[in-house]
């Protein structure tokens, strides 16, 4: 498509401010052309033998010594950088309250919705469609409804909402305290280390993602391969499925395996800013999400990270120990400055802060 076409198409579509749950109940039965993506981005096909070591654990944070789920932990943070856990300590009807309070926000009427829909980042509640629309090489079936916490308040919220994030963010950050101590352990450092001197700031994105059933799913994708601007991310998703994990390290080795999901379960994922600050030990890594004629698919991402002035201040330096840093040392604000420039084009934020 010719690029002031696209561009033209991408406006139109922006300007609805109802996403792609817009597009599905107006009934279209064919992606448009704006979300097609190169054949290329399905690379690498399912067809290839996944080795053992890469299904993705389920950790029991209940069970076991502290020096065996530091082990467990170390190790899904050195290779899939995945990990499910259960017993995290969130109650479990709060995860299918959360979900369902993504879904009420995104299944209400487009008038209620519309108010909300911005791509201005100084605003604290942001409904969109693609953070990256007018950046990224194709677009995702999916739309977003974006918090930024704990700034947001209340009352900010959008009203389906307000009963039950305030809570789950609460708790998920205190299970994001309890990861980073055992991620320290896992360094070989000092309990307290990641929250105190890594700058592994306390701010919460919240996402809660909706991906519509898609007429044409192997045209799009739910969310392009990326990796996550963040320390780590906290993900809930329904019982659908489709996300999957680039494992293999080397091409030809490379195969996408499913994060399955489990019932009352949490997936936890190594983001840039603690590849970068572990100075490669913990892998930051890729993944997507295939777009399905089944759906809608909910999921809610928590990105731990500070958004806006806390951040701009605080460094990103590699913990180098006897060895030699493999990163300048930068700041979250640039990093994720980066990171928005260039949306999710299949490359990988970090490359542009190594040295
Ligand atoms: C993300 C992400 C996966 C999902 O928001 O970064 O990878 O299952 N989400 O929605
Ligand atoms: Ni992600």
Known sequence: MAPDHRLRALTAFDDT?????????AGVTAVPSIFHHAPESFLPMDDVDVPRRFTIPVIDLASGSRAELVAQV?????????????????????????????RRFHESPAEAKAPYYTRDLGRRVRYQ????????????WRDTLYMDMPA????????????VVP??????RELYHALLELLSEALGLDRRYLEQDAACLDGLNFAGHYYPACPEPRLTLGTTRHSDPSFLTVLLQDAIGGLQVLVGGDKEQQAWVEVPAVAGALVVNVGDFLQLVSNDRFKSVEHRVVASSVGPRVSVAC???????????RELAPIVGDGEARYR????EELLRHYRAKGLDGTSALQHFRI
Request: glycine share 6%; net charge negative; hydrophobic share 45%.
């Open 167 to 172: 809570e789950y963010a609460r708790l998920v």
């Open 303 to 313: 990105f731990f990270r500070t958004d806006g002035a806390a951040a701009s201040t």
């Open 74 to 102: 170390r190790s899904a943070a050195e290779t899939v950088g995945f990990f499910q856990v259960v017993n995290h300590g969130v109650p479990a009807d709060l995860l299918p309250d959360t979900l369902a309070c993504v």
């Open 329 to 332: 040392i930068t700041t979250v």
């Open 17 to 25: 401010k109802a996403g792609v749950k817009g597009l599905v109940d």
């Open 129 to 140: 469609s693609n953070f990256d629309l007018f950046q990224s090489p194709a677009a995702n």
């Open 152 to 163: 947001v308040t209340t009352e900010e919220m959008p009203a389906a909402c307000r009963r």
